[in-house]
């Protein structure tokens, strides 16, 4: 079996078989570079304090601008979820709480 050409018209039915194998050569190679970058990064305290926090600024670089594009319901909702959490430790709760405060605060109007 050989490859056709890379022209459009040559591609074919083998152009998004290609750009799914690429896609995922590319993401592979976007993983593994972490753990091969993080073997030459010597794990001093300071450096996992800075790995340790990097969760929850991840998550609070996603949350956040979606609360201030969802207004204050999101953000109260989001505050009652967190206090499920902190509570229950149950994500189906949590959840359930969440959405539950979003959805009785849209009806209040808010």
């Not at 993983?31 to 030459?40: E, K, P, S, T, W």
């Not at 990064?41 to 998550?59: D, E, Q």
Request: proline letters at 5%; charged letters at 10%.
């Amino acid at each position: 079996m050989t490859l056709p050409d890379l022209n459009a018209a040559a591609l074919g039915s083998w152009g998004p078989i290609i750009a799914i194998l690429a896609m995922a050569v590319a993401t592979y190679l976007c993983r593994i570079a972490g753990v091969v970058l993080m073997g030459f990064i010597p794990l001093t305290p300071h450096v996992r304090r800075g790995l340790a926090a990097l969760p929850g600024s991840i998550i609070a670089a996603t949350v956040l601008p979606l609360i201030e594009r969802l207004g204050l319901a999101a953000g109260i909702a989001l505050l009652a979820a967190i206090g499920s959490m902190i509570l229950r430790r149950s994500e189906l709760l949590a959840l359930i709480v969440g959405m539950s405060a979003v959805a009785g605060l849209r009806a209040l109007g808010f």
